[in-house]
């Protein structure tokens, strides 16, 4: 199947879905489009079991000026769970294999190169995940061409993904809340209300003043275990890749899962959950205490059972029109790119005891709303 920027309109939308829905699959793309959100979300559905590229020489000749894409196939490979590699070129000057073959993912343990193999010209390099042995046999040009053939320039072929424990997902977020008012004329007891977004809770989980913008790469996140039985609102560092300080963690996450009439194995999840909010911040500016009741649904890989985002236009579900659930704006929670991908909804009820500019309040959250969204690390 071919998926690349000649395909467009009602026959891109129909290739997009054809990859998520998963199965035996050959997928020819280009390397600007597998760099696309689109493309990666459909493929992380589905899971990849080989990536191949054909004229693999072209890392080299093309990636250094006009399709500068070339240089981040690896990159782009292995944030779709670094797949066995394989790299397919018969023109590659010597330079030009040792250029290529280190630019990107294929050179770490496992790695091999075979040339001129049963009397053919071919040089290949086949790559595979660490803790894999490679494979010593002689490559027979035979064997690999309908992968040559069918090539444009990467190959994916969908089957069973590797689990992993977590997963972790950019979330914004919009808290409508009362704190104790005052009435300013008779000093009787009064409701004020409070606004409270994602990047807010950042900047005090941080020890920051409301409002800072030093540190736009701290974004909240959410990270799900893979078989629904917690999670935790943790700050994530886009440059770091990781999380560096923990909001809130659940204490309890129940979860019922679904299966589309389309889909093979459960592809989506409701959950209630319960969650402890944790310390951050200091004396100033930060985060005391406080409770959450979180209630949303989550789109699941279908081999894995791990939660994952797909494209916007295919998350749907006859729920969110009666449970009110809807994305955030940027006037809601500023975003640092316009996501195409989601991977759920949440809305919730609680308690945030915090301090902002040295005076304390108690939040009571009788609405709140979190967009989970694309996955994290991202491509920067």
């Not at 997963?167 to 409070?194: H, I």
């Not at 560092?237 to 923990?246: E, K, S, V």
């Not at 100033?284 to 979180?294: C, E, L, P, Q």
């Amino acid at each position: 199947m071919r998926l690349d920027g000649t395909v467009r309109g009602r026959a891109r939308r129909e290739a997009l879905e054809q990859v998520c829905s998963g199965g035996p699959l050959l997928v020819m793309t280009t390397p600007e489009t597998l760099a696309s959100d689109e493309a990666r979300a459909a493929l992380e559905m589905s899971g990849v079991a080989l990536a191949a590229v054909d004229e693999a020489h072209c890392v080299s000749e093309w990636g250094h000026d006009f399709r500068p894409a070339y240089l981040r196939l690896g990159d782009r490979v292995r944030v779709l769970g670094s797949p066995p590699l394989l790299a397919l070129t018969a023109t590659a000057a010597v330079r030009a294999q040792r250029v290529t073959a280190p630019r990107n993912y294929w050179t770490r343990p496992g790695f091999e190169q075979v040339s001129t193999c049963m009397g053919q010209e071919l040089d290949a390099w086949k790559a595979f995940p660490e803790g894999n042995a490679p494979v010593g046999e002689c490559m027979r040009l035979k064997k690999w061409s309908p992968l040559v053939l069918a090539t444009f320039a990467a190959v994916a072929t969908t089957a069973a993904a590797v689990s992993v424990d977590l997963r972790t997902f950019r979330t914004t977020a919009l808290m409508l809340g009362t704190v104790q008012g005052e009435n300013p004329v008779t000093n009787a007891p009064a409701f004020d209300s409070v606004v409270l977004r994602g990047h807010q809770l950042v900047d005090l989980a941080m020890g920051r003043p409301i409002g800072d913008t030093s540190h736009p790469e701290q974004v909240l996140a959410m990270t799900i275990a893979c078989d629904l039985g917690s999670a935790e609102l943790v700050v994530f560092d886009r440059f770091a890749a990781r999380a560096i300080a923990t909001v809130a963690q659940s204490t309890s996450f129940d979860a019922i899962r679904a299966q589309g009439p389309r889909a093979a194995a459960p592809d989506r999840a409701h959950f209630v959950a319960r969650f402890d909010v944790d310390a951050n911040g200091n004396a100033t500016d930060g985060i005391v205490d406080g409770f959450a009741t979180v209630a949303g649904r989550l789109h699941l890989n279908q081999q894995t059972g791990c939660p994952q985002a797909v494209l916007v236009s295919l998350d749907r579900d006859p729920s969110d029109k009666l449970l009110g659930n809807s994305d955030l704006s940027d006037k809601d929670d500023p975003a640092e790119v316009k996501d195409v991908l989601r991977t759920g909804h949440a809305h919730l009820i609680g308690v945030l005891d915090l301090v902002s500019g040295g005076t304390a309040d108690k939040v009571l959250v009788p609405l709140g709303r979190l967009s989970i969204r694309r996955g994290l690390p991202d491509m920067l």
